[in-house]
């Protein structure tokens, strides 16, 4: 399934490169025989950008569990704006979907959705997330009133605030009925540890927003004086 994430990003570079190519032997009147040589090149060139993108700018990836249900299924492959590329145009805010090291082990990847930056401040009551004093509005969710604190939680106990600290993010899943170790369970996720940052889904079907609900009545599902 790779072969359609390397095509999108570097397909049209490679068209534009080898048309040069055709035109300039038409022009020179080169020899032909010249022509396979020149269009080796451009294929050495187009492995090179191949992976030099691959490795700094956009990565294909894929879902392997439900974790993200709505907007990505496992089956799902989707490419990821590496930090190289996101560092110098904008830096992962809040909604963003990112895929990340837990804890800094280099062998643990998870990936989850943004929901508070350094300096917000969290509690998780009523079976939702409340974010800087106000019910957060989460349309990507099927049930956020199912957000929950979980016994082996590092964070949020008890209806407890939860201050982000600088250079932190604090993420949960958008299927808070799958159990995923999230930063309830697992804590903070440093700057440091981002691998990349959701951009489209390309397989099975071209997918470029999220998921999106009607809110409105989520006011009304809040339990009231609940600490779960």
Do not use: W
Not at 44 to 49: A, K, P, R
Not at 217 to 226: A, F, P, R
Request: aromatic share 10%.
């Amino acid at each position: 399934m790779y072969i359609f994430a390397f095509i999108y990003p570097l397909s049209l570079l490679l068209l534009a490169i080898l048309i040069l190519i055709l035109l300039k032997k038409v022009k020179k009147n080169s020899p032909i025989k010249n022509l396979g040589l020149d269009i080796f090149k451009v294929i050495g060139i187009f492995v090179g950008l191949l992976i030099l993108s691959n490795l700094f700018v956009i990565q294909p990836n894929n879902i392997v569990d439900d974790s993200m249900s709505p907007t990505l299924h496992k089956g799902d492959y989707f490419y990821m704006i590496k930090p190289l590329l996101f560092q110098i145009t904008q830096h992962p805010q809040r909604g963003d979907i990112i895929v990340y090291r837990v804890n800094q082990n280099q062998d643990k990847v998870n990936i989850g959705r943004i929901i508070g930056v350094d300096g917000d401040k969290i509690v998780i009551k009523g079976g939702f997330v409340h974010l800087n004093g106000k019910l957060l509005v989460e349309p990507y969710t099927l049930n956020p009133e199912k957000t929950i604190v979980p016994k082996t939680a590092v964070l949020g106990k008890n209806c407890q605030e939860i201050d982000v600290p600088d250079g932190m993010y604090f993420v949960l899943p958008d299927n808070r009925e799958q159990g995923a170790a999230d930063s309830l369970i697992t804590g903070f996720v440093d700057s440091q540890d981002i691998l990349g940052i959701k951009f489209l889904v390309y397989y099975p079907q071209i997918r470029l927003s999220d998921y999106h609900r009607d809110t409105s009545n989520d006011k009304n599902l809040v339990k009231k004086d609940s600490c779960i």
